[in-house]
C-alpha cells in the first residue's frame, strides 16, 4: 500500500499518453500555438507498460489515461490491452473529448477499457465551437453514442463550469444526461498559476478536495508530478521505477497551491 506523509493512501494513476489535442480549450491551451514535445520525448507504451507493473505492485490500482487527447496517439488501444492485462490493475479509463470516439469506441471496450469520461462544456454548438477554438458539437456527441453503444459504462459528461457558464445551460446538460444514462460531473474552472476558483456561482464535484487526493500523475515526456498544483516533479528512473514512484509519494505536499511549469494540456487534469 503506498501511503503519503499524510496518511492519504495512493492508489490512482493518471496517464497523460500526449501533450498533443485536436481542440484547443480556452482553459486548456494558450490561444497562441506552442511548441509540442517531440515524438522522441513522448514515452513509449512499453515504458508506460513497464512504470505501470511496479505502480501495480505497490498498491496502484486504477489508471486513467489522458492527453491533451488521448484518442490522437496512434494505437492507443494497444497500450489499453498491455495496461488492462497487468495484475493489480483493476480498472483502465480514460477521460477524452469523444470527437475521435466513434471509430474506436468498440475496440477500446474489447481491448479492456473499462469507462470514459467525454469532455462537453456546452450543448450549444457555436459555443461548444468557441470554447474548443473549433470543435464540432456534432462529433461530441456522436462519440457519446457510440460509447453507449460499446457499454463503456459508466459514462461521465465532464461540463467545466465556465465564469459565463449559467444555469440553463446547466439544466440542459443534465437533462441531457438523465436522458442518456449518463452521469454529469460538473468542474470547477480554475487558475493552475494560482489556483483561483472561477465558476463560485455554482457547486461542482471537480477537482477533489486536497485531503482526499488519491493520484499520482504521469506526464507524456516521463515526469511523475505529486500534486497538479505543484511545480514539484520527479524525472521517472526506469533504472529504478519503484524509486521514482516512492519519491513522488513522499513529495506531495498536503494542499497544493500552484503550477506554473506546465500548461493543463501536459498534465492531463
Given at each position: 500500500m503506498l501511503l503519503d506523509r499524510f496518511n492519504r493512501k495512493i492508489d490512482y494513476l493518471r496517464i497523460s499518453v500526449t501533450d498533443r489535442c485536436n481542440h484547443r480549450c480556452i482553459y486548456c491551451m494558450p490561444e497562441v500555438p506552442f511548441l509540442h514535445k517531440s515524438h522522441g520525448d513522448i514515452l513509449?507504451?512499453?515504458?508506460?507498460?513497464?512504470?505501470?507493473?511496479?505502480?501495480?505492485?505497490m498498491g496502484i490500482t486504477k489508471v486513467r489515461l489522458t492527453g491533451g487527447e488521448p484518442l490522437v496517439r496512434k494505437d492507443i488501444e494497444r497500450l489499453v490491452a498491455k495496461l488492462a492485462a497487468i495484475d493489480g490493475i483493476d480498472e483502465v479509463c480514460m477521460t477524452t473529448n469523444g470527437s475521435l470516439l466513434t471509430d474506436i469506441a468498440a475496440k477500446l471496450k474489447r481491448s479492456g477499457l473499462k469507462r470514459v469520461n467525454i469532455s462537453i462544456d456546452s450543448l450549444d454548438a457555436d459555443r461548444y465551437h468557441r470554447i474548443t477554438r473549433g470543435g464540432d458539437l456534432r462529433q461530441a456527441l456522436a462519440g457519446v453514442d457510440a460509447a453507449i453503444k460499446a457499454k463503456l459504462t459508466p459514462i461521465k459528461i465532464n461540463m467545466v463550469i465556465l465564469d459565463d457558464t449559467n444555469e440553463k445551460e446547466i439544466e440542459k446538460m443534465k437533462a441531457f444526461c438523465e436522458q442518456r444514462g449518463l452521469q454529469l460531473q460538473k468542474i470547477m474552472q480554475f487558475?493552475?498559476?494560482?489556483?483561483?476558483?472561477?465558476?463560485?456561482?455554482?457547486?461542482?464535484?471537480?477537482?477533489?478536495?486536497?485531503?482526499?487526493?488519491?493520484?499520482?500523475?504521469?506526464?507524456?515526456?516521463?515526469?511523475?508530478?505529486?500534486?497538479?498544483?505543484?511545480?514539484?516533479?520527479?524525472?521517472?528512473?526506469?533504472?529504478?521505477?519503484?524509486?521514482?514512484?516512492?519519491?513522488?509519494?513522499?513529495?506531495?505536499?498536503?494542499?497544493?497551491?500552484?503550477?506554473?511549469n506546465r500548461l493543463m494540456s501536459q498534465i492531463g487534469g
Open positions: 513509449s507504451y512499453e515504458q508506460i507498460e513497464s512504470l505501470t507493473k511496479v505502480a501495480a505492485k487558475s493552475l498559476y494560482d489556483r483561483t476558483d472561477l465558476s463560485r456561482r455554482f457547486q461542482t464535484q471537480r477537482p477533489p478536495k486536497c485531503s482526499r487526493c488519491n493520484r499520482l500523475r504521469l506526464t507524456a515526456d516521463g515526469f511523475l508530478k505529486p500534486c497538479l498544483f505543484f511545480d514539484d516533479e520527479i524525472r521517472v528512473n526506469f533504472d529504478n521505477i519503484g524509486g521514482s514512484i516512492l519519491e513522488a509519494v513522499a513529495r506531495k505536499p498536503e494542499n497544493g497551491s500552484s503550477c506554473r
